[in-house]
């Protein structure tokens, strides 16, 4: 199972795919790999290319019920770039100088240098601001194994076999095909084709 299921300290392949399920960014890669909005809704890049004024989409909420805000992107960007926060994914916004809460669903970023295509490093995940006292997250906060995303899939446990459980968000503004899904990570060759073949997993990610 994941030490972590919070992106501003994963390290693992394992880590990464279980917070890619449970949380988003506010663009992502369509089925062409061009950047797509997520949690933004529209977008607007000034004339010399210094700033970008982002539009959230107002149909969001976290799993816990609260809505997405604006100030949650403000909170991540400055985590993520609080050097007592000491995030692996640090350098993903170094080239972001600022960001500014503008109301509710609209968030501001000056860049230190012009940007010609801003959206293409604005996959980083958005963490829920109400559940931080600060700028600074801590490794050992709670959130590392009780995470709360805007994603499709909710953690619901770690189970004794080093699998985890999730099950669909019911809160989710699109579509989730499954109840539920259970994850497992296994390193071993020989032991993965032994599930495969006696039908004891539904799919192998790499």
Excluded: C
């Amino acid at each position: 199972a994941p030490g972590h299921v919070n992106q501003r300290f994963a390290t693992t392949l394992s880590e990464a795919r279980i917070t890619g399920l449970s949380f988003e960014g506010l663009f992502t890669d369509s089925p062409e790999l061009r950047s797509t909005a997520r949690l933004a809704q529209t977008f607007e890049i000034a004339e010399d290319r210094l700033k970008m004024t982002i539009y959230l989409r107002s149909d969001v909420r976290w799993h816990d019920g609260q809505p997405l805000k604006a100030a949650d992107v403000v909170f991540t960007i400055e985590a993520m770039k609080d050097r007592t926060t000491a995030s692996s994914e640090a350098a993903r916004v170094a080239w972001i100088a600022s960001v500014t809460e503008i109301d509710t669903h609209t968030v501001e970023l000056s860049f230190v240098v012009p940007e010609f295509a801003p959206q293409d490093k604005l996959h980083f995940k958005i963490l829920p601001s109400h559940l931080f006292d600060g700028p600074t997250v801590k490794r050992s906060h709670s959130f590392r194994t009780r995470p709360i995303g805007t994603g499709p899939w909710v953690l619901t446990s770690f189970n004794d076999d080093n699998s985890i459980s999730m099950q669909n968000n019911t809160l989710y503004y699109g579509s989730v095909l499954l109840d539920e899904v259970s994850m497992r990570e296994v390193s071993d060759k020989n032991y993965q084709a032994k599930l495969l073949i006696y039908e004891s997993l539904e799919a192998l990610v790499w």
